[in-house]
C-alpha cells in the first residue's frame, strides 16, 4: 500500500505502460538487461589514512591507487575518510524525517524547508517509456540554500556540518587527481566552493512491480566527483568492460565517482561511468551524494591537447543537459561536446 508521503509510482507506471502498449518498440519499452542478474564485486577499497603517513612513498602509493581506479573503473571506495559515523546517523534520520512528509507538500512549489523550488523531484518527469521511469524521490538540494543559514531547522543544520566536512574530502581527491595529471593547481579551490555543490537525498521505496523497472535510470553526473552514501540494502550497479556489476555495499566505506567534468577536464584520462540503481521488491533504500560542482561561470578546457571535448562552461554544459533531458527524456552528456579530434578516437577505440 503507498502511503500519503509516496509518490503516484504505480499511476506513473500504467500510464508509461498503457503508452508503450499501443506503439511498436523495441522490448515494449522493457530494459532486458535489468532481467539479467549483475556480478556484484567490491570496488578497489582506498584507505585515506595512507595520506596522513609519514613516510613519502606511502603517501604517494595511496595517490597512484586513486589514480589508477579514476582511470580504469571510474570508481571506488574510501575507508578512513575521517568523517564520524555520527553524522551520518544523524543524517540518515534527518533523511527519513523530510520524506516522510506528506507528497503533497513535498511538491509543493512554495519553498519547502528553505530548499529552492523544484528542488524535490521524483519518477522521472520526462519519461516517454517505462525504462525512463525512476521508481525513487529526492531531494536536489543546491547548497547555496543550506550554507548560512542553518539553525533554521535541524535538517538544514545537519546538512550543513555534512557539507562542511565532506567538501574538504572532495577538494582533497580533485586536488589528488589533478596532481596525477601533472597539475598543481588553485582551480578547484578557486573554482569548486562549497555553495556551488549539491546535495542530493535519495530515496527508493520498495518496487513490488515484477519486473523492467530502475531505482534510478542509467546515467553519468554532471560535476567533477560524486561522493556517496549508501546504507546497507544495496542497488547500485555500474559498468565496467561493458557488463553491468553491482556494488557490494561496504559500511565503512564511501563511494566516490568521477563525473562529466573530470573526464572532459583530464582529456578522457579519468572515466566517468554510467551507474544506475536497482529497485528491490520488499526494502526501502536510502543514499546521500555530494556533487563537486564549479559556478556556472567556471569553463572546462581540458589539461592535455590535442582536446577530444570542446571547452564549455558549466552554465552551457548544464544547459544542454537539461535540453536532452527534456526532448529526448535522458541526457547525452559529453558526446555532444566532443571536437573533430575526439570523434575520431572514439571510433578507433
Ligand atoms: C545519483 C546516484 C546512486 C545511489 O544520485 O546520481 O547515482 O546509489 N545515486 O543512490
Ligand atoms: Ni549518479
Redesign the pocket.
Known amino acids: 500500500m503507498d502511503s500519503v508521503s509516496d509518490p503516484p509510482f504505480h499511476e506513473a507506471y500504467k500510464i508509461l505502460f498503457d503508452k508503450t502498449r499501443n506503439t511498436i518498440q523495441e522490448n515494449n519499452g522493457f530494459d532486458t538487461d535489468l532481467l539479467v542478474a549483475a556480478e556484484e564485486c567490491e570496488l578497489p577499497v582506498i584507505d585515506l589514512s595512507c595520506l596522513e603517513n609519514s613516510d613519502e612513498t606511502v603517501r604517494e602509493e595511496c595517490k597512484s591507487h586513486i589514480a589508477r581506479a579514476s582511470q580504469e573503473w571510474g570508481f571506488f571506495q574510501v575507508v578512513n575518510h575521517g568523517i564520524s559515523s555520527h553524522i551520518f546517523s544523524r543524517l540518515r534520520c534527518e533523511q527519513e524525517k523530510v520524506f516522510r512528509q506528506p507528497f503533497e507538500k513535498k511538491t509543493k512549489e512554495d519553498k519547502f524547508l528553505n530548499f529552492s523550488a523544484g528542488s524535490y523531484r521524483w519518477g522521472a518527469p520526462t519519461a516517454t517509456c517505462i525504462r525512463q521511469l525512476s521508481w525513487s524521490e529526492?531531494f536536489h538540494i543546491p547548497l547555496t540554500d543550506i550554507l548560512g543559514s542553518s539553525g533554521s531547522n535541524s535538517l538544514s543544520w545537519t546538512i550543513e556540518q555534512y557539507a562542511t566536512t565532506v567538501s574538504r574530502l572532495a577538494q582533497t581527491l580533485a586536488d589528488i587527481l589533478a596532481e596525477k595529471m601533472g597539475h598543481r593547481s588553485s582551480f578547484f579551490k578557486e573554482n569548486c566552493l562549497p555553495n556551488t555543490c549539491y546535495l542530493?537525498l535519495?530515496r527508493y521505496p520498495p518496487c513490488p512491480t515484477a519486473f523492467g523497472i530502475h531505482g534510478?535510470m542509467p546515467?553519468t553526473?554532471s560535476d567533477f566527483l560524486?561522493i556517496?552514501y549508501?546504507d546497507q540494502v544495496g542497488?547500485?550497479q555500474l559498468v565496467k568492460d561493458r557488463k553491468w556489476i553491482a556494488v557490494k555495499p561496504n559500511p565503512d566505506a564511501l563511494i566516490i565517482n568521477i563525473g562529466d567534468l573530470f573526464q572532459a577536464w583530464s582529456n578522457g584520462v579519468y572515466k566517468s561511468v554510467e551507474?544506475r540503481?536497482m529497485t528491490n521488491p520488499k526494502l526501502e533504500r536510502f543514499?546521500m551524494?555530494y556533487f563537486l560542482c564549479p559556478s556556472n561561470d567556471t569553463v572546462i578546457e581540458s589539461c592535455r591537447e590535442p582536446s577530444i571535448y570542446r571547452k564549455f562552461s558549466f552554465r552551457e554544459y548544464r544547459k544542454q543537459v537539461g535540453d536532452d533531458v527534456q526532448k529526448l527524456g535522458s541526457k547525452i552528456g559529453l558526446p555532444r561536446f566532443l571536437t573533430h579530434e575526439g570523434s575520431s578516437n572514439i571510433g578507433s577505440t
Open positions: 529526492a542530493r535519495n534510478l546515467h553526473d560524486t556517496l549508501q542497488g547500485l551507474h540503481v543514499s551524494a
